[in-house]
T-cell receptor, first 114, second 117 residues
Framework: DGGITQSPKYLFRKEGQNVTLSCEQN?????MYWYRQDPGQGLRLIYY???????QKGDIAEGYSVSREKKESFPLTVTSAQKNPTAFYLC?????????????FGSGTRLTVV | GQQLNQSPQSMFIQEGEDVSMNCTSS?????WLWYKQDPGEGPVLLIA?????ELTSNGRLTAQFGITRKDSFLNISASIPSDVGIYFC?????????????????FGKGTKLSVKP
């Protein structure tokens, strides 16, 4: 079955470390997105990519980086510059300009700084 | 970035009650979507609306695309315990797009449904 897979489900990071969250989809979607979710804050867009080798900053890109070398993959790196990284991270994908049919979300990665 | 105003932020339900929530915006949308998120999981699409005035049902859920294209509501009839979770509205702008890119969705902050103690 087609879907979008995030890994790991839980991730612990020491202060000062970079960590990379994985997002893979086999839906043949061109567009992929990363969101951060904090309690009561809804979904905040970090980065998005409409096509391979291209990506754009969202509302809260500072302290994060992404790459889009393959259509299926859109990894997110949380750098040490992100001062408050503890959150639930969601990856999503959609057809190009097909957002009217909705995004498909992964099951999320919960990142905790220890 | 632009945001949708979703209300209420939270509500408690008792089994069998009907539930209503809505989203409003100062911008005109050409698509409204409603998602549900279970704890620790990603949101799942419930209903999609594409025309002003459109009324669509999915089981006990009914959603409407407002006539002005600036609002939408979701009703849940005869709620059951598994209805608890966070419900998000999402809208897609027209040609003006978001962040320079056409078609990205804008999400409300969510309505959290909990069971009455």
């Amino acid at each position: 079955d087609g879907g979008i897979t995030q890994s790991p489900k839980y991730l612990f990071r020491k202060e000062g470390q970079n960590v990379t969250l994985s997002c893979e989809q086999n839906l043949n979607h061109d567009a992929m997105y990363w969101y951060r979710q904090d309690p009561g804050q809804g979904l905040r867009l970090i980065y998005y990519s409409q096509i391979v080798n291209d990506f754009q900053k969202g509302d809260i890109a500072e302290g994060y980086s992404v790459s889009r070398e393959k259509k299926e993959s859109f990894p997110l790196t949380v750098t040490s510059a992100q001062k408050n990284p503890t959150a639930f991270y969601l990856c999503a994908s959609s057809n190009p300009r097909g957002a009217r049919y909705g995004y498909t979300f992964g099951s999320g990665t919960r990142l905790t700084v220890v | 970035g632009q945001q949708l105003n979703q209300s209420p932020q939270s509500m408690f339900i008792q089994e069998g009650e009907d539930v209503s929530m809505n989203c409003t915006s100062s911008s005109i949308f050409n698509t409204w979507l409603w998602y549900k998120q279970d704890p620790g999981e990603g949101p799942v699409l419930l209903i999609a609306l594409y025309k002003a005035g459109e009324l669509t049902s999915n089981g006990r859920l009914t959603a409407q695309f407002g006539i002005t294209r600036k609002d939408s509501f979701l009703n849940i009839s005869a709620s059951i315990p598994s209805d608890v979770g966070i419900y998000f509205c999402a809208g897609q702008l027209g040609a003006s797009g978001y962040g320079g890119s056409q078609g990205n969705l804008i999400f409300g902050k969510g309505t959290k449904l909990s069971v009455k103690p």
